[in-house]
């Protein structure tokens, strides 16, 4: 069974950065060819999904955030990265991964991002 651990969060002020992290433990050799993904869900919103990187290594990123964050992977471990930059108030969110499938794995914890000054 895949465990996914998400870690990075805090709270940083407008303009700042953050570089997420998610381990996928269990996931064995067949990480490197999942497609996964960056999710967040702020407060009385639903879950969104914010960025993609395929087991090619190609991305994909939703307009709000284009330009800012950056999505990378080491499948030698087992790891997918979110780096922020130019952080806004507006990207306060509880951050997520997870697989791009039709049954993903099990969510993880999160990792909270709180942008204010």
């Known amino acids: 069974q895949v465990q996914l651990v998400e870690s990075g969060g805090g709270l940083v002020q407008p303009g700042g950065s953050l570089r997420l992290s998610c381990a996928a433990s269990g996931s064995g050799r067949i990480f490197r060819f999942i497609n996964m993904g960056w999710y967040r869900q702020a407060p009385g919103k639903q879950r969104e999904l914010v960025a993609t990187i395929t087991g090619s290594y190609n991305t994909d990123y939703v307009d709000p955030v284009k330009g800012r964050f950056t999505i990378s992977r080491d499948n030698a471990k087992n790891t997918v990265y979110l780096q922020m930059n130019s952080l806004k108030p507006e990207d306060t969110a509880v951050y997520y991964c997870?697989?791009?499938?039709?049954?993903?794995?099990?969510w993880g914890q999160g990792t909270q991002v709180t942008v204010s000054s």
């Open positions: 997870n697989a791009i499938a039709s049954t993903p794995w099990s």
